[in-house]
């Protein structure tokens, strides 16, 4: 239940209405250790890695993640290579759902909206594609709650990655 629209909400939950003033110490200690243990659990969606091959060059991320833990998740799956753009969410112009960092990876491609598919399995990832007049497939299987996801009326609902790719691969390569 902690999980989902980042590290410090993340904390603030975890600490609860109590405990809020030690938010900084404890927000620097959570740093220290994921900086050293993001890849200890960290798995591609089944069907991403295959996707990205399908469709090297044709795709990007924009996580709120911290871009240093960003790089070192995409490097350590050899997955960077297949993206047009990164953008973690301190090198992003503004932060999901604000619209600025996917307008940015837009820009920086000649991408254009109407042509692009923003794929999340949370509400900042339907916002910001909402935000930036982009359709938006929601992953229900991910991170964010499907009823919360589906409230936000996504163009596109799947249950899984591995879904997705099955349904919409193919159409995307055209």
């Given amino acids: 239940?902690?999980?989902?629209?980042g590290s410090k909400n993340f904390i603030l939950r975890g600490l609860g209405e109590e405990r809020k003033?030690?938010?900084?110490?404890v927000f620097e200690l959570f740093m220290q250790h994921y900086g050293v243990h993001c890849l200890d659990s960290a798995r591609p969606y089944e069907g991403a890695v295959?996707?990205?091959?399908?469709?090297?060059?044709?795709?990007?991320?924009?996580?709120?993640?911290?871009?240093?833990?960003?790089?070192k998740i995409l490097q350590h799956f050899d997955l960077e290579k297949h993206l047009a753009s990164v953008l973690g969410g301190d090198d992003s112009p503004a932060r999901k759902?604000?619209?600025?960092?996917?307008l940015k990876?837009?820009?920086?491609?000649?991408?254009?909206a109407e042509q692009t598919l923003m794929v999340g399995d949370d509400t900042p990832d339907i916002g910001v594609a909402k935000n930036a007049g982009v359709k938006v497939a929601a992953i229900l299987g991910g991170y964010g709650k499907a009823e919360v996801l589906l409230e936000m009326n996504p163009d596109y609902s799947?249950?899984?990655?591995?879904?997705?790719?099955?349904?919409?691969?193919?159409?995307?390569?055209?």
């Fill in 21 to 25: 003033q030690n938010f900084e110490e």
């Fill in 97 to 102: 759902p604000e619209p600025d960092g996917l």
């Fill in 158 to 174: 799947f249950e899984s990655f591995r879904e997705f790719r099955e349904c919409v691969g193919a159409t995307v390569a055209e």
């Fill in 105 to 112: 990876i837009l820009g920086d491609n000649n991408w254009h």
């Fill in 50 to 71: 295959e996707f990205l091959q399908e469709h090297s060059g044709r795709c990007a991320v924009l996580t709120n993640k911290p871009a240093i833990w960003t790089h």
């Fill in 1 to 5: 239940a902690f999980i989902g629209k």
